[in-house]
């Protein structure tokens, strides 16, 4: 077991012919370390998508930085799997946000931003700045030419290797020290298959996954030693400013020529000055704008427009704020960059974790609280150049998946593309503290019809793909490389989403890219039941589902299991009474229930109370799940064996 808790396989390449030898064979041989299964082990706190989508880099309180692309499956070049290809980051310090900041400029010498850079935040008070180092890329590159991308026309390409010699091949941890530095002392050197090294040392780890494609061997490193030593990136610099730990980071990519805005906030210590976002140029190393007088705690949450226009910010005080761009992004010197424009206190009921601009409408503003509601706000600039908030009242909503009480909405995020009609709908992914994951259709249009309209349930992801703890942010694929429409004119999108349950999850979702009217009920109510089973049965006696679960449970599977199963009644519309092991008025009926099913202290148990008041239990998370799970028995064999328990036969006749 390696200190980054992975199970690493070896193997042995020399073969034992004689039994007699085998001991000594063994002991002077190499072994080669076999693919292993990486991730995080701890929270996943934050996630960017680089600016074109050709990667993802995932950050985490296992304080490492993880970057994952789509690699070609050996056996089938069409078909792609994500894999984690490079650790940029490995920190003294949980790390809690990053920001991809990399812009087309790739000389290194220019005024805008190069391409291929992050900036991170930890528990400490110093941002730090990363570039690619030229192996980084070239396994980058030959990971796309494995997946069939034209890259002769792209950075990263043999062409442009010149414009990029400023990069450094590759990073070195040293053995005292936070800084992946860009020339290693000689006692931290170590030996990669993916930098120039001695092409006669057998010590090299060998390919652990190839395929060829086109003439091309894609090699990348998939084995722990690589992945936590030889993939590290240079850190270009370091900003200072904060007082305090870092919290949120938030990014705006400035167009050709011009340096790229990082917005940054720190734990507040209970003043104004502790809770003032700070504004950085990371090319020039240093901050160009700090800003007062928005908020009396910590931020926790910020956004950019698009168009670098807008700035929002929001935190423990449930204020949203809204700061407006007033000074030149090419002189940064001439007064200040960004100034409060407007705010709405109070503008939710508990704290607010996520705000997010529509990059198709950047006056349009999402946010999400822990109230268990998600706002659509509309900023409105008037003649003199004042703004005002608008909240759209048919546009706030809670998720479907609250499971019978609040659900804390803890990330929301719009996607780059739209569904167009008389009616433009934004696409909006909402995650929750359940775990849950929900694409609602909210109306963005500036005319009368989208104040009207309300918002529509698009996607519930199956809660056996979500996640089991608190949804930590959810972020769409850029649709630059992300988004492609087939002959029925759908939009086919990434989402991909971290949580604390040390998971990232990356779903594909086909959305209809055109609607001449709002979606429909029936549609939705179709996404709602699309697991139900379409095989009919008949009614029988009406009976009463009890569910029996613990909101004090601080078994994580217990709890975990008990959303699952509660949040699967509620999208499929089954009626259902819930008792509270935990709630004093209910412990009668809570120890009548024990009685009956004869386990105590585990939780969900389920019960059935007939029409004549008779108690029976039907069984526990597993008998739900295996329930669950009959929806994918086909229509023809469930009409062959009637037999069969499903969903439908079990649940049709509760009341």
């Not at 950050?59 to 089938?76: F, G, H, K, N, Y």
């Not at 950075?155 to 010699?165: A, D, R």
């Not at 008949?538 to 449970?553: A, D, R, Y």
């Amino acid at each position: 077991m390696s200190s980054t808790r992975i199970e690493q396989i070896w193997q042995s390449p020399h073969e034992v012919e004689d039994e007699e030898d085998e001991e000594d064979v063994l002991a002077t041989a190499r072994w080669v370390a076999d693919p292993c299964i990486t991730g995080h082990f701890r929270s996943v706190e934050d996630m960017a998508w680089e600016p074109n989508g050709e990667y993802l880099l995932t950050t985490s309180s296992d304080q490492t930085t993880r970057l994952w692309t789509e690699v070609p499956v050996a056996s089938d070049d069409n078909q792609c799997r994500w894999v984690e290809v490079g650790r940029p980051q490995v920190h003294g310090y949980d790390m809690t946000s990053i920001v991809c900041i990399g812009g087309e400029d790739d000389s290194g010498m220019g005024d805008g931003e190069p391409c291929h850079r992050f900036v991170s935040g930890a528990d400490e008070k110093v941002l730090r700045v990363f570039d690619a180092p030229s192996s980084a890329l070239r396994v980058l590159q030959s990971i796309k030419q494995a997946r069939g991308c034209n890259t002769s026309n792209e950075e990263g390409s043999e062409g442009e290797n010149q414009s990029s010699s400023w990069r450094v091949e590759r990073a070195f941890m040293p053995s005292l020290g936070l800084t992946n530095k860009a020339t290693a002392d000689p006692e931290d050197q170590e030996v990669s298959k993916f930098g120039p090294v001695d092409d006669n040392d057998d010590d090299v780890a060998k390919p652990l996954d190839s395929a060829a494609t086109k003439s091309i061997t894609l090699q990348y490193p998939n084995v722990e030693r690589d992945l936590a030593v030889t993939t590290l990136w240079p850190e270009s610099r370091k900003l200072f400013g904060h007082e305090s730990e870092l919290v949120c980071l938030a990014s705006y990519r400035a167009p050709s020529g011009m340096s790229s805005l990082v917005a940054s906030s720190c734990k507040a210590r209970n003043d104004v000055e502790s809770a003032a976002i700070r504004l950085w140029d990371a090319k020039k190393g240093k901050c160009v704008g700090i800003l007062k007088g928005g908020h009396r705690s910590t931020v926790s949450t910020m956004s950019f427009s698009q168009d670098g226009k807008y700035l929002a910010s929001s935190g423990k005080d449930r204020r949203i704020c809204i700061w407006k761009r007033v000074g030149d992004m090419n002189n940064q010197d001439d007064g200040p960059l960004y100034e409060l424009s407007a705010a709405a206190d109070s503008a939710h009921k508990r704290i607010v974790w996520s705000v997010h601009f529509c990059p198709k409408r950047p006056n349009i503003l999402a946010s999400g609280s822990r109230d268990g509601f998600v706002k659509i706000w509309r900023v409105i600039e008037g003649d003199d150049g004042s703004l005002e908030m608008m909240e759209m009242e048919l546009c706030r909503f809670e998720p479907l998946s609250k499971a019978g009480s609040k659900n804390p909405v803890t990330a929301v995020a719009f996607a780059d593309d739209i569904i167009e009609g008389t009616t433009d709908y934004g696409i909006l992914s909402i995650g929750t503290e359940s775990g849950r994951i929900e694409v609602w259709a909210v109306p963005i249009s500036s005319s009368e019809e989208s104040i009207a309209a309300a918002s529509t349930l698009l996607y519930v992801l199956p809660p056996n793909e979500s996640h089991f703890d608190t949804v930590k942010k959810v972020a769409w694929r850029p649709s630059t490389n992300s988004t492609k429409e087939d002959e029925e004119d759908m939009l086919n999108l990434t989402l991909a989403s971290c949580g604390q349950d040390n998971g990232v999850r990356i779903f594909k979702l086909a959305i209809r890219r055109r609607n001449e009217s709002p979606p429909d009920d029936d549609a939705v109510e179709v996404i709602k039941e699309a697991a139900a089973n379409v095989n009919a049965v008949e009614s029988g006696p009406k009976k009463k589902l009890i569910c029996l679960v613990s909101n004090g449970c601080h078994d994580r599977i217990q709890s975990a299991n008990q959303s699952k199963a509660l949040d699967w009644f509620t999208a499929r519309k089954v009626p259902h009474t819930v008792v509270d092991g935990m709630d004093p008025e209910q412990r009668e009926m809570r120890n009548k229930l024990f009685g009956i099913s004869g386990i105590r202290g585990n939780y969900p148990q389920f019960f059935f109370e007939l029409e004549d008041g008779t108690q029976n239990f039907f069984g526990n998370f597993q008998k739900i799940e295996e329930l669950n799970e009959t929806n994918d028995i086909p229509k023809e064999l469930l009409e062959q064996h009637p037999e069969i328990e499903t969903w439908d036969k079990v649940f049709r006749d509760c009341s």
